[in-house]
């Protein structure tokens, strides 16, 4: 059983399309977040979620749209994607927030053409 | 807001050797530094974290060191393996609901046999 798995793992799309990542941790946590690795492997973090609330919302475009429906599932829709956006982006999740370990899914790569 | 400087970038070593990677921060008040392994294709795993109540922290062929003066912590990983070789990553963090982990760039290992 995966404790933090996200879909899809790889994405390739068009400029200007709309696409979605999709979370989902069994861990029972309360906090799940999504962190974006660039092409130099630098980690950034982007939302974090706490029991479907809001708390880290980074200086991230508007066309970045996450959504918690429960604290178990948490997913990125990006909208009108651009070059820039090509990255891996991870989602994690930890017991509760501002603590504790970072359990992290194994990435979906996305990249815009 | 913190920053975590990481160096070196990139660290090669033969089999048996040993290897120190070090970080900087920048925020007094951060208080925990964990360390994460990212392997090729996977998502970050946290192999070994500090509280800023302890100096020094070991488990196995791994060890983490503490300057909470002159703020600055280091990975030292002795007997290096081939499958050591990853990208390692440190970071830091205040206590706190809404404080965010803010990771250093990286340092890929590469263990030659």
Not at chain 2, 9 to 34: M, R
Request: aromatic share 10%; hydrophobic share 30%.
């Amino acid at each position: 059983d995966t404790a933090v798995s996200q879909t899809p793992k790889y994405l390739v799309t068009q400029m200007g399309n709309d696409k979605s990542i999709k979370c989902e941790q069994n861990l029972g946590h309360d906090t799940m977040y999504w962190y974006k690795q660039d092409s130099k492997k630098f980690l950034k973090i982007m939302f974090s979620y706490n029991n479907k609330e809001l708390i880290i919302n980074e200086t991230v475009p508007n066309r970045f749209s996450p959504k918690s429906p429960d604290k178990a599932h948490l997913n990125l829709h990006i909208n009108s994607l651009e070059l820039g956006d090509s990255a891996v982006y991870f989602c994690a999740s930890s017991p509760r927030s501002g603590a504790g370990e970072l359990f992290f899914g194994e990435g979906s790569r996305l990249t815009v053409l | 807001g913190e920053n975590v400087e990481q160096h070196p970038s990139t660290l090669s070593v033969q089999e048996g050797d040993s290897a120190v990677i070090k970080c900087t921060y920048s925020d007094s008040a951060s208080n925990y530094f964990p360390w994460y392994k990212q392997e090729l294709g996977k998502g970050p795993q946290l192999i070994i974290d500090i509280r800023s109540n302890v100096g020094e922290k070991k488990d196995q062929r791994i060890a983490v060191t503490l300057n909470k003066t002159a703020k600055h912590f280091s990975l030292h990983i002795t007997e290096t393996q081939p499958e050591d070789s990853a990208v390692y990553f440190c970071a830091a963090r205040r206590q706190g609901g809404s404080e965010k982990l803010v990771f250093g760039k990286g340092t890929k290992l590469t263990v030659n046999p």
